[in-house]
């Protein structure tokens, strides 16, 4: 179940919604008369000459957590604590509530200017940490348990907020926003159309090279993030929640590629990050068919943020460490080796680092968690790192690190994916190996269909099928020392009924120079109903596809296979389902011409 909603039943609360007034109300144990919204003046530096509003409830804890939230475009401080349920939250887990207020034409924030792009550059993030440090003087704030969050413009100023004080903030939940630096225009008030129509893609680490130099000093622990999204979103452009995950992903040094992937509520996908739980490193969750309208009101969105920022724990718990598994390391004897360990304390602390089973040469630095050094003996060590904070709290992660002797190639072949042909139609798969010594490679593989085979030489498999069947393939590639790599995966072969007939239509909505964005409409025209479905093609250009929306794809080469979502599974005779997606290329950009729908050909 989900976590927010557990957290609500354990507490006995039911959220009631007075629909047009942005009432929240709690019913269960007996609830104090709600506090008041209070403006504060004369709060420190504030360049933009901003509002600051405070919400401080009644049974406010001791050394309360902070939460700053941010209003959208064309909305104020007192309208987003109308309007969200927030401060309700707040009167239930006692922690402190500030509204800040955009004073400027349209009621944006800054989040285009080098200024506020910037750690105490200027501009509206100098003001908003005035507000914090005001709260901490005055109200008792946790200075280490700060957490932010936004709708919209507000959304893209948590955003700026965790690049430039990543120091400050423990943890930050945007709702519709763009990645940090996305809209950057070199003014205060500027508008990136290319942003906020999705156009703007680029690789995690270029994200996270960004969010980085905000702050370029800083080598601290990073805050963990949430993001939302609609797929629907007109405004601020759906491509714009996998760009922020490919950011804060890379800033937080775990995968882009999901823990856990779950559908909590009904056409809500939520995929997380580096770990799993209520408060893994990046969590995302899309909304599917709805637009630029979050949080929802009554949907218990803002119950989720505050519990993937810890604010609905109210005991008093001493610190939680975690350290984040930086995966299976290799490296050869006499070369340089190194790895950053990266660790997060619940409280804040300053944390101490250590190491056992290091393979001989390399040593931990127990203020940074850099292992570096050179190794002097091959071998498998399994290595154990710890991190420790001044209260005694300590985490662990376990890792395996092999050191292989000079000469010794290692083989690595990509996996392909699962492949998908039919019976009659030609099929080929291009396999992709490397070898660590440079050494020319053997390839040969096990279990492929019938009427399929593989190039010695180039690895390429192809043929044309002619028995029906899913089989599970093997490739091995083999360099002259000997050494080998394989890689598995299954080969589906289908009639020309397999599925059910279908028609697919493929449209390129967008094209720039290195980019492109399209869709495919995929409609059922057999006699029987699909209930769930996978669509194959292959570019006849050389795209490569980076993120998509209503599906889920995987990419060998110039094959590309297009899979459903949990929710659009199921396609009716004569009903249709839309897969969008975008990606790059380099030389071409045709379209593919020919498309299977289960292995079944489609007609275009």
Request: contains cysteine; hydrophobic residues 35%; glycine residues 12%.
């Amino acid at each position: 179940m989900k976590r927010w909603l557990r957290a609500l039943l354990a507490a006995g609360v039911t959220i009631v919604t007075a629909a047009g007034l942005g009432l929240v109300v709690t019913l269960g144990a007996p609830q104090a008369k709600a506090a008041s919204l209070v403006q504060v003046t004369n709060f420190g530096a504030d360049p933009s000459n901003n509002l600051m509003y405070i919400y401080v409830p009644n049974n406010v804890r001791p050394n309360p957590p902070i939460l700053m939230a941010l209003h959208q475009c064309t909305g104020t401080g007192p309208g987003f604590y109308s309007s969200t349920a927030f401060a309700s939250l707040a009167d239930q887990y006692g922690f402190i509530v500030i509204y800040p207020d955009a004073n400027r034409s349209g009621q944006c924030w800054d989040v285009s200017s080098s200024q506020a792009l910037t750690r105490n550059g200027g501009s509206d993030p100098v003001g908003l940490m005035s507000m914090i440090t005001y709260t901490e003087q005055h109200y008792g704030g946790n200075p280490s348990q700060v957490y932010i969050t936004g709708a919209s413009s507000g959304a893209m100023m948590t955003n700026v907020m965790l690049a430039d004080y990543p120091d400050v903030f423990k943890a930050g939940v945007a709702f519709m926003g763009v990645p940090y630096y996305c809209f950057f225009t070199g003014t205060v008030d500027g508008w990136n159309s290319s942003c906020a129509d999705g156009d703007v893609s680029m690789t995690a680490q270029a994200w996270g090279n960004l969010a980085r130099n905000a702050d370029p000093g800083y080598t601290g622990a990073r805050p963990r993030m949430e993001v939302w999204h609609g797929t629907a979103d007109t405004t601020l452009n759906y491509n714009n929640f996998g760009q922020e995950i490919l950011q804060w992903t890379n800033v937080l040094g775990v995968s882009s590629t999901p823990t856990t992937t779950s559908t909590p509520q009904s056409g809500w996908t939520e995929t997380t990050y580096g770990g799993s739980g209520a408060m893994p490193p990046v969590e995302g969750i899309s909304i599917a068919g709805v637009g630029h309208v979050l949080p929802i009101e009554g949907e218990g969105m803002e119950a989720d943020a505050i519990a993937f920022m810890g604010l609905n724990n109210t005991t008093t718990q001493g610190n939680t460490v975690t350290v984040t598994n930086p995966g299976t390391q290799t490296t050869t004897v006499g070369s340089a080796a190194s790895v950053q360990i990266h660790a997060t304390d619940s409280g804040g602390a300053a944390l101490t680092y250590s190491a056992s089973g290091l393979p001989a040469g390399l040593s931990i630095n127990s203020s940074t968690g850099l292992i570096s050094g050179t190794p002097s003996t091959s071998g498998t060590s399994s290595v154990t790192v710890t991190a420790t904070d001044s209260t005694g709290a300590s985490g662990s992660a376990s890792f395996s690190w092999t050191i292989t002797a000079p000469g010794a190639n290692t083989v690595t072949v990509t996996n392909p994916g699962t492949q998908s042909s039919t019976v009659g139609s030609a099929a080929s798969v291009q396999i992709h190996a490397t070898d660590s010594g440079g050494a020319a490679l053997t390839y040969s593989a096990s279990g492929l269909p019938a009427g399929l085979s593989i190039n010695s030489s180039t690895g390429l498999i192809s043929g044309t099928p002619s028995t029906s069947g899913t089989s599970s393939v093997t490739v091995t590639a083999t360099d002259s020392t000997g050494a080998s790599g394989s890689a598995s995966f299954s080969w589906t072969v289908g009639t020309t009924s397999t599925g059910g007939s279908c028609q697919v239509v493929y449209t390129t909505n967008s094209q720039w120079p290195g980019g492109f964005t399209a869709q495919v409409v995929i409609t059922n025209t057999g006699s029987s109903a699909i209930s769930s479905w996978n669509l194959g093609f292959t570019f006849p250009g050389d795209q490569k596809l980076t993120s998509d929306y209503n599906g889920t794809y995987s990419q060998s080469g110039e094959a590309a296979t297009l899979t459903n979502a949990s929710y659009n599974g199921a396609i009716a005779v004569n009903g249709s389902v839309t897969v969008g997606f975008q990606g790059t290329w380099t030389n071409s950009d045709a379209a593919p011409t020919a498309f299977t729908l289960n292995g079944a050909t489609c007609t275009t």
